[in-house]
C-alpha cells in the first residue's frame, strides 16, 4: 500500500513515502521523511535503498522507511476498523509527523516549526524578557535553566529532548544528574519550579499531551542541607592572608566585604559600582536595589567597608563568575588554614548522606552571606534589623540564613543550674 520513492533519479534527494491509499483524493499521499539517498545507492524495483558493503547506512535506512510504512498502513487500517472510513491525507501526514518528531528527537508547533524542550526554554526566557511587566531577573532565571539543560544534553547525548520522549524517568535522570553535580537541593527546587512553567506553557502551545513531571515519586525530599558559616576569627585569618598582587586578592576582598558588612548576593555585588556610594554625615555606605526581590537595601558604615574604599579608591573590582569566584574563595581559605573537618549533611539524589570534608570545601559564595547573617545575630542584632539589611521581604527567609539559632539555644541553657552545677550522689 505505502512505497518509498526518490524525489528525483538523477541527483542525491529525499527519500518519500507514497500511495493511493485513499481513492477518494485526486493526488496520491506523498509525505516526506527529510532524509536524502543516492540514486546510485537505490534498489529502484524493490523501492528501497541498497544493502551490503558499498552502502553501509542502506541498512539504517531501511528500517526508518519500514517504520513510515508500517505506522501509516495500521494508522489506516485501525481507522477504518474503529470508525468504518479512510482517513484523509491531512490526518495521516499529522499522524506521521508525530512519528518524524520521535525519530528526529523534535517536536512540531503549530506553525510547522520543529523545536524541543532546551530551544523552546529558550524562546520562552526571550518572550519573558520582552514583557515589560515581568523583571529582568525572573527573565534571566529560565536562562539558567535553558543553560542547564544545555549541560544536561552535553553530558547525557543519548538522551532525548522532543517533548513526547520527556517521560517521568527522563525527569528523575534529570535532577539527579543535577544532584550528582554538586547543585544544592535550593537551586534544584528553583530548575523544577521554572521547568514546570515551561513545561505548562508547551501544554498549552500543544506540544505534548500528557503532565509527565507531575508523575508521583519525582517530587524531592527537601529536608534541609547544612551550610557552613565562618567565625569572625576564621574571616580575619581571610583578612590578614598576604595576596599583594595575587589575582585572588580582589575575590577575597569581595568575600570579606560580603561576609561582614553587605551579606549581598552575587548578582547584586557585581552590579555595585561607584554610583551605590552614598556619604552621609562623611561616613560611606552602599545603596542598591536588590535584583531578587527589587527592595532598597542600605549597607551600614563599618571599618571594612571604609579601608575597602580607600584600598580601591572608592571603586569596586569587576567580579568574575560564580564558578570562578568560589574556586578563588575556596583557595584563599585553603591557605589561610580553614580546614578543620567538618562533616555536614548534605542531599544526594533527594536523599540525605552526611559527608565529611576540610571546612574550606564546602565554602562558596553564599558562604559570606550564611556568615553575615549568623555572626549579626549572635552579636545580639535584632532579625528584624538583619532581614532588611539583606534585602528579605520577610524573616522566614532571613532564618534559613541564621545558623546559630540552636547554637544560641546551646549558649543560653550552659548557665542553667541544671547544667553547671553537680548533684550531690547519694550511696544507696
Known sequence: ?????????????????????????????????NTKADPHSWDF?????????????GKSLNGIISRYTTEAT???????????????????????QKVKDQIQGTTTAADGQRTDLIKYAHQFHQKLTADKKRSEHYAKMFLTLARNLEGYRKASPRQPFAFQSLTAGWFAHWQNWNFENGRSQNTVAGYWKRLKTVMIAAKEDGLLETETWKAKGLAINFQTADEVWLTPDEIMSLYHLDLSGSHLETDRDMFILDALNSGHRLSDMASIDQGNILEMNEAKIIKIHAHKTDTLVYS???????????K???????????????RNV???????????????????????????????RFVHQYTARYSFATNLSLAGANIQDISRLMGHTNIHQTERYIKSKQLHAAINAASNPYFMEKPESKAG
Open 312 to 326: 580601591y579608591k572608592n571603586g569596586f573590582p569587576k567580579m568574575k563568575s560564580e564558578q570562578v569566584f568560589n
Open 300 to 310: 551600614p558604615n563599618g571599618w571594612y567597608l571604609q579601608e575597602f574604599m580607600e
Open 74 to 96: 495500521i494508522y489506516v487500517q485501525e481507522r477504518q476498523a474503529l470508525e468504518s472510513r479512510t482517513p484523509d491525507h491531512a490526518e495521516l501526514k499529522a499522524h506521521l
Open 330 to 360: 575556596r583557595q584563599c581559605c585553603k591557605m589561610a588554614g580553614i580546614d578543620r573537618p567538618t562533616k555536614l549533611r548534605k542531599n544526594k539524589g533527594g536523599k540525605n548522606i552526611y559527608v565529611t570534608k576540610p571546612k574550606y
Open 45 to 57: 524495483p524493490n523501492n528501497k535503498a541498497k544493502e551490503g558493503r558499498t552502502n553501509p547506512t
Open 1 to 33: 500500500m505505502f512505497k518509498a520513492y526518490l524525489k528525483s533519479t538523477k541527483k542525491k534527494s529525499t527519500v518519500l513515502i507514497k500511495s493511493w491509499y485513499n481513492k477518494a483524493e485526486r493526488l496520491p499521499f506523498v509525505f516526506s521523511i
